[in-house]
């Protein structure tokens, strides 16, 4: 964590600390919804605009003639195509439409890379980021704000290592992807589990009790009457986080809790694309299968019109 998202954690949490005390804090990292259009092919393809490109892309879409969303599809048609065979297929559609919901993740990583790769490399070692991070404010052993800033760095340290596959304490741009967003790797999950607990577990004896499950998402602040809300959960924590009944979590429950098995919507998503684009049916999509079906991916201007004419014929 630098001090740009340090500065953007302090304030979420004042933020946290000044809300009204019905307000609850989530701790589940689901996995996002590829859109917030109906999906409805009969009607439109803006669901499938949306899942394919992301939100924010999808709308440039609209603004291009039928030719130069074709000449663009075509051209991300060739990153999608991991393996250059000439074929795309359900896994590689499925990880593009991943890639493509989660791009807000690259860019801040990119962004942080600029500020971390000291030496301008191409990799950032741990030197480098605690340097970049903590170099002035570990100079003064009482800071003015009351944080622990070693405590935070041997956390960090801790990430970082767990990031670092190959242990040189030196990351590449994917390890350096994986520490600053862990939840998105699996074999970074336990550190997300760890780091979980011990933020909950208050009495450091390794599990999360009902009470410590509660007083993380609400503050009683003098109010004796719990919202519903907080009754729910109690009763969620009883019958269904604590698996064996025996009045606490432990790192798989609470592992089940927080990073839950979600449906996957872009795999589902990339099978609706592929069974609606593939001619010849062998289960693969050539660039031509693709682009012929431009207008189900991408927008343009001739879809934009059409649907509004559609919404007007509605009206």
Known sequence: ??????????????????????EKKDRVHHEPQLSDKVHNDAQSFDYD???????????????????????????????IDGDKDGFVTVDELKDWIKFAQKRW?????????????LNEDGLVSWEEYKNATYGYVLDDPD???????????VRDERRFKMADKDG???ATKEEFTAFLHPEEYDYMKDIVVQETMEDIDKNADGFIDLEEYIGDMYSHDGNADEPEWVKTEREQFVEFRDK???????????KDWILPSDYDHAEAEARHLVYE??????????????????DLFVGSQATDFGEALVRHDEF
């Open 168 to 170: 040189d304490l030196i």
């Open 277 to 294: 684009s593939d001619q010849n049916k062998d289960g693969k999509l050539t660039k031509e299968e693709i682009v012929d079906k431009y």
């Open 49 to 79: 605009h949306d899942a394919f490109l992301g939100a924010e892309e999808a709308k440039t879409f609209d603004q291009l003639t039928p030719e130069e969303s074709k000449e663009r599809l075509g051209k991300i048609v060739s990153k």
């Open 1 to 22: 964590m630098d001090l740009r998202q340090f500065l953007t954690c302090l304030s979420l949490c004042t933020a946290f600390a000044l809300s009204k005390p019905t």
């Open 105 to 117: 993740i690259y860019e801040d990583v990119e962004r942080q890379w600029k500020g971390h790769d």
């Open 143 to 153: 800071p003015d704000d009351g944080f622990n800033y070693k405590q935070m760095m």
């Open 244 to 254: 064996n009944r025996d009045g606490k979590m432990d790192k798989e429950e609470t």
